[in-house]
């Protein structure tokens, strides 16, 4: 069979089975549609959660990052794993005792206040849309270079599976499919990865693997990775930071919050029976998080070095890697990089004409590196390999069979589909629970409420998919927006909600407020306001990554801590929060007592 | 606010305590602000800082959510506060 067909065999049986999990777990109540019931064990609870949170980003680009920032790619490993801790210590079991749908709705009750959760919708919704254009992109960019399709066409299709097992699944049909999808994606990283383990290091495991010795010589792996990469003029692996150690420490904080403060992943503890459940569901989440994230390094230090390896034949024997024999011939490439040349992620250039292909950095620091390229007759660097292209190219460039080639093909999808259908989720639920029936229509009946939900989803997968076909010029801002927000609104909000019985609602509405606006001020500086191109205001705040040498992805943390501080200052000076409000705060920190989750107000 | 609900509470902020501080020194402590100087030390082919950040954290990350999800577990029937 051909690569193509079995493609299409692969994808076509991994929708099919999403497809039928929806129609099996169909929605009835409002309960159901928004909290699953409340009734999915841990474990399942837990594969649904890594599911919903793995996107396409996780998924296609954080290795091929990692394998080009080195060490200082640990900071997504660290950040994006390290906020499930404050998840299910600071967060979960409390929204869970508290038995409603939403975080809106918390931060309404618990700051008794109309505007504060009006203004967590608010927050809710930039940070949810931001991320989900992200995800359709991906959608139509995997569907496009499987399917051979256009990258609209590959938007369409994505746009009609959504729409069908989200609305009528509901949060019963997510969980359900996302299980399904979870283990789609991650037999489809993991599988690849233990190919190419063993290729290099005879051992199965990649995460052993990294740090065994590369076969064929008496060094270990990330030893040898290091030496060919600061032979040819790049920084070594091992230790290079990204940016500097305070501009580490700060992204990884961002990340560790706006994880615990994204509200598509606060809403799943919403899905298990007992408070309990909650505490360990997070933990099952990481681990199923884990079995990607620590196999995503060893694919990212294996790719880097089988990438040099293809292309400079010295990295195997281990001789002079600047030998004019030791780069490969233009002529004898493999086709794995003739079939990504066509896609343009993947360009080389004879710029020397001897007919071969010299990979190396030509903006290297160090002046006796530049004069050995020099003399070794090497005029810039020949091969450019865009960082996206690391996963999905592994299987080919380890030259493994066209099966597992059209498994990463379904993964990719999986991932992307799963975390746009929870996000989805999110939006509908804040819409329709949130602003319709806690607002403007309180007496909406659940079956309107139901019909409301519905048509917000629609309404946002169409939204979602236009931006994701007129992208604004962001792929990579929008993410860190939506980290940056979770981190500088959400998270503060629900924290002093649960830890300060005193915080009253002056000082919430004023941090949240205060968080999202020098977060978007410090964001928007870089990236133009809403991302428009040409309205940023860099010289106004004193040049690029003027605080401190933070760079704006890295900012939430900064606004988390500006939210909190304000929130403080603003509650010392007015009255403090009724006695039942009080009263209410100390029900939630004790388990018993929990009940179903409903939509009651 | 009675006296059970208020031990039980302190008891609960006591552990979380301790679980953030461990929390902290693995990430930002050993695989960050450390790193260098771990580095020195080698944990098979990895260096030990980098394996921090990159591995290490990680596993202790699961095994901090476990721990206190037992722990947490101990404190409720501790104080009778569990659910039914």
């Given at each position: ?10 994808v ?51 290795a ?7 060490y ?37 009750d ?36 499987f ?19 989200a ?17 789609v ?46 032979d ?20 990884t ?18 899905t ?116 996206d ?35 989805l ?16 229509a ?12 519905k ?29 940056g927000?979770?981190?500088?609104s959400?998270?503060?909000?629900i924290m ?36 428009i ?22 900012f ?46 | 606010m ?10 609960v ?44 954290s ?19 029937r ?7």
């Amino acid at each position: 069979m051909d690569l193509q067909t079995t493609i299409y065999l692969f994808v076509g049986a991994s929708f099919a089975l999403y497809i039928g999990i929806a129609i099996w777990a169909r929605a009835g109540s409002t309960s159901e549609f928004y909290a699953a019931g409340g009734s999915v064990p841990p474990v399942m609870n837990g594969m649904a959660t890594a599911a919903d949170w793995m996107s396409a980003a996780s998924f296609i680009s954080m290795a091929g990052l990692i394998s080009n920032m080195g060490y200082g790619g640990g900071l997504f490993l660290m950040g994006w794993t390290g906020g499930y801790v404050l998840l299910a210590m600071l967060l979960a079991p409390y929204l869970r005792k508290f038995g409603k749908f939403t975080v809106p709705q918390f931060i309404g009750d618990r700051f008794y206040s109309k505007t504060a959760s009006t203004v967590a919708v608010i927050c809710l919704l930039t940070a949810s849309l931001t991320y989900i254009i992200g995800q359709m992109t991906g959608v139509g960019v995997a569907f496009s270079r499987f399917l051979g399709v256009t990258s609209e066409t590959g938007i369409y299709v994505g746009m009609a599976i959504v729409f069908a097992y989200a609305v009528f699944g509901g949060m019963k049909g997510i969980t359900y499919t996302q299980v399904a999808q979870y283990c789609v994606l991650i037999a489809a990283y993991i599988i690849p990865a233990i190919f190419i383990s063993l290729q290099l290091t005879g051992m199965p495991i990649p995460q052993l693997g990294l740090g065994s010795g590369f076969t064929g010589s008496d060094m270990s792996l990330l030893a040898k990775l290091d030496q060919v990469v600061v032979d040819l003029g790049f920084g070594k692996y091992t230790t290079t930071t990204a940016g500097s150690t305070l501009n580490m420490f700060v992204y990884t904080m961002s990340l560790m919050i706006g994880t615990a403060g994204l509200p598509h992943v606060i809403m799943r503890f919403f899905t298990v029976p007992t408070v309990a459940a909650a505490r360990s569901s997070a933990g099952w989440a990481l681990v199923f998080i884990a079995l990607l994230y620590t196999t995503a390094p060893a694919v990212a230090a294996m790719a880097r070095l089988n990438l040099h390896a293809t292309v400079n034949t010295a990295v195997k024997t281990g001789g002079d890697l600047m030998a004019p024999e030791a780069s490969i011939l233009n002529e004898s490439r493999p086709d794995w990089m003739k079939r990504w040349e066509k896609t343009g992620l993947l360009k080389w250039a004879d710029k020397n004409g001897d007919g071969r292909i010299q990979y190396y950095n030509d903006k290297s620091k160090n002046d006796a590196f530049k004069a050995k390229a020099e003399a070794a007759g090497w005029k810039g660097n020949e091969l450019t390999v865009n960082a996206d292209i690391i996963v999905l190219a592994n299987p080919e460039i380890a030259l493994l069979p066209n099966w597992v080639i059209a498994l990463v093909a379904a993964g990719g999808l999986a991932a992307a589909l799963s975390t746009a259908a929870g996000l989805l989720m999110a939006i509908s639920a804040a819409i329709s629970h949130d602003l319709v029936k806690g607002i403007f229509a309180p007496n909406i009946s659940e079956k309107g409420e139901l019909m409301t939900g519905k048509i917000a989803m629609a309404v946002s997968i169409v939204v979602a998919g236009w931006l994701g076909l007129n992208p604004p010029g962001f792929a990579a801002g929008t993410v860190a927006l939506a980290f940056g927000i979770a981190a500088s609104s959400l998270f503060p909000a629900i924290m002093m909600g649960i830890f300060s019985k005193k915080m009253n609602k002056e000082g919430a509405v004023a941090g949240m407020l205060a968080g999202l606006f020098i977060t978007l001020f410090y964001v928007f500086a870089h990236k133009g306001i809403f991302f428009i191109k040409g309205t940023d205001f860099l010289p106004m705040i004193g040049g690029a990554n003027s605080f401190f040498g933070i760079t704006p992805e890295a900012f939430g943390a900064i606004g988390a801590l500006v939210n909190f501080a304000v929130a403080f200052a603003v509650d010392k000076v007015t009255k403090e929060p009724p006695e039942h409000i009080q009263h209410m705060v100390e029900a939630v920190r004790i388990p018993r007592g929990s009940k179903m989750v409903d939509g009651a107000h | 606010m009675d006296d059970v609900s208020k031990n039980y509470w302190s008891a609960v902020l006591g552990l979380l305590t301790k679980i953030l501080i461990v929390w902290f020194l693995v990430s930002f402590g050993a695989g960050i602000l450390f790193a260098d100087m771990l580095n020195t030390i080698k944990l098979g082919g990895y260096p030990l800082g980098f394996w921090f950040a990159h591995q290490g954290s990680m596993y202790i990350f699961i095994a901090l959510i476990f721990y206190y999800a037992k722990k947490m577990g101990e404190i409720d029937r501790k104080f009778d506060v569990h659910e039914d």
